[in-house]
């Protein structure tokens, strides 16, 4: 376990310099660090140059040269790396600031592998996007203990904007939070489509639903939002970042607790085409498409029941009876 906390970052390697870490290297120059990179896209590794950094020859090299270590992955490359390099190379005292999204419980055995080798950890998942991380202004959220927390405030003061840092508490609590802040970004959106849907579905005009929410489609209303890109035909993106909702279902089942309705529509998108990618080129379904097609199948099928039970089907899956999958 480590004895005390690490002094502040001088010399800082980030392992992944794509969307958001190509920015929050560019940033930590900016601020003064020393910072090595290293990622197998030859261009990212030219912009470090660029911008005063140095290249990296392939991870060990950071591991021996740097007293932080920042990766910043997709979840699964994050795991692999953490797994077969980081924590195997890693040495007593040195610090890993981990801005990937993953799950709690990997957050917590990461943790607990680096500091059974002295090292000390936190999971730090950002948020905010391209734009943020090349303006130094990432939303951060970040679990540990909080004197490295502290100790690493010069670092988060350098690609974040400050009033936007979260310390949620022990390792692990960084990607709760971002969990929470996802959810609240990206579930609502999902209960609005659903009232488009419903409008649509039941064969109104996009206008008309428009008109009954009451709100301008060219406003900065999140429904019209929504409402321009169904008219304009770009809902393969309608994803409400799918892919990471693993992530926060992997959390549900290691606290043991639910949420129905975020279960109920992960269960629905499961198993659907993925038609989009994100912004980091993970495969997406279209949760517009899916809520158009969705009972299409057994439309038939749901008016029986609804006759048989003495009632009239209202769209295409039973409602009325109590019955259908959607």
């Known amino acids: 376990m480590p004895s005390s906390p690490p002094p502040a970052p001088r010399h800082i390697g980030v392992i992944g310099l794509g969307t958001m870490g190509g920015g929050i290297a560019a940033n930590l120059l900016r601020a003064g660090f020393n910072v090595t990179g290293f990622d197998l896209r030859p261009e990212t590794l030219n912009a470090l140059e660029g911008a005063g950094g140095r290249r990296g020859a392939g991870i060990p090299d950071l591991m021996a040269a740097c007293d932080t270590i920042l990766p910043c992955l997709e979840g699964k490359v994050l795991l692999k790396v953490m797994d077969t390099e980081i924590i195997p190379q890693v040495r007593p005292g040195q610090m890993v600031v981990d801005c990937s999204t993953h799950t709690v419980p990997d957050a917590r055995r990461i ?9 000390h950890y936190l999971d730090a998942p950002i948020s905010g996007g391209e734009s943020a991380a090349r303006k130094g202004t990432l939303r951060i959220f970040v679990g540990g203990d909080r004197e490295v927390f502290e100790a690493m ?24 939070v971002k969990i929470v802040q996802q959810l609240t970004n990206r579930f609502p959106d999902v209960a609005r489509m659903e009232v488009m849907a419903c409008g649509i579905r039941s064969g109104l005009d996009l206008d008309t639903v428009m008109r009954a929410l009451n709100v301008d489609i060219e406003s900065d209303d999140p429904y019209a939002a929504l409402g321009r890109a169904i008219r304009d035909g770009r809902t393969d993106d309608l994803s409400g970042l799918y892919s990471e909702w693993p992530y926060y279902m992997a959390q549900l089942r290691d606290a043991g607790f639910r949420l129905p309705m975020f279960e109920a529509m992960f269960a629905f998108l499961e198993h659907v085409p993925k038609v989009g990618q994100d912004n980091l080129g993970r495969p997406t379904p279209s949760i517009w498409k899916e809520l158009m097609e969705a009972g299409r199948e057994d439309r038939g099928t749901t008016r029986r029941r609804a006759s048989r039970y003495g009632g009239q089907a209202k769209g295409t899956n039973g409602h009325e009876t109590g019955e259908g999958a959607t």
């Open 111 to 119: 943790g607990a592998a680096l500091a059974e080798r002295g090292a």
């Open 153 to 176: 405030a010069p670092l988060f003061q350098a690609i974040g904007d400050p009033d936007l840092l979260i310390y949620g508490g022990p390792q692990g609590a960084g990607q709760a």
